[in-house]
């Protein structure tokens, strides 16, 4: 199984660039450049929410790619047409929600070239699906529950640069991760997604590993690429063995 890396940090970054696990790497507009030797290994993250933003995003892709980045992910179908106008090969993000092979077939038409399914979908589904491209899943991360306008911490628009950085606590008393953005901010799960060991279950071209808050990387990639059971007690292996109810 081939290992991908979703960044956050430009930590983060430098050290994903440096694992030779990863066929790829996803990473945010604004660390790119600092990638721009590896480019070819670059799949660009453009912010989630275009409304208020897509001009500004456009210009910024136009740079990234006279400096040689030509891959980019489309988080929404909305994407789909930015990127592709803009002449980047499109990747597909977990958000395109795809559960079925139906799904699949259809992105694949609108020429992606490869795509991440909705976390939500099931191991027996997934293994099932028509790899009409390649498909990956993702196998790591203290995933975003929730995706919003404004941020909890400061009860306004999302902090930016300022990165409040902070947690709230849920009704069970769980801490949850708060990262803001320019314009949307994430509430990330309080459990991490462990599925080292477990990779050789999942039919798929790829795995991704989707860093937030970590301050360093290397040991869960090394747990990965050694397919080793997680040595911490509290994790989850979210709905894939379950599914939604
Ligand atoms: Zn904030």
Redo the contacts with the bound molecule.
Sequence with gaps: MNLRAWIYTAGQLDEALKCSEFEAVYVPLRLAEKAADRAEKIILLPPEYLADCEEKTEKELLRLKALGFDKALAHTSGHIELLSRNGFKVCGGNRLNCTNSESVRFFAGCGLTDIIVSPEITIKRMNSLDMAVPIGFLAYGYLPMMLTRR?P??DGK??GK???G?QITDRKGNKLD?I?SDNT?EILNSDVLMLSGRLGEFHASFAVLRFTTEKEISGIVRSYSLNEKPDIRKYTTGLYYRGVE
Excluded: D, S
Aim: aromatic fraction near 0%; charge should be positive.
């Design positions: 941020c911490i400061n999302p902090c300022l990165r409040c902070r708060v803001c901010v």
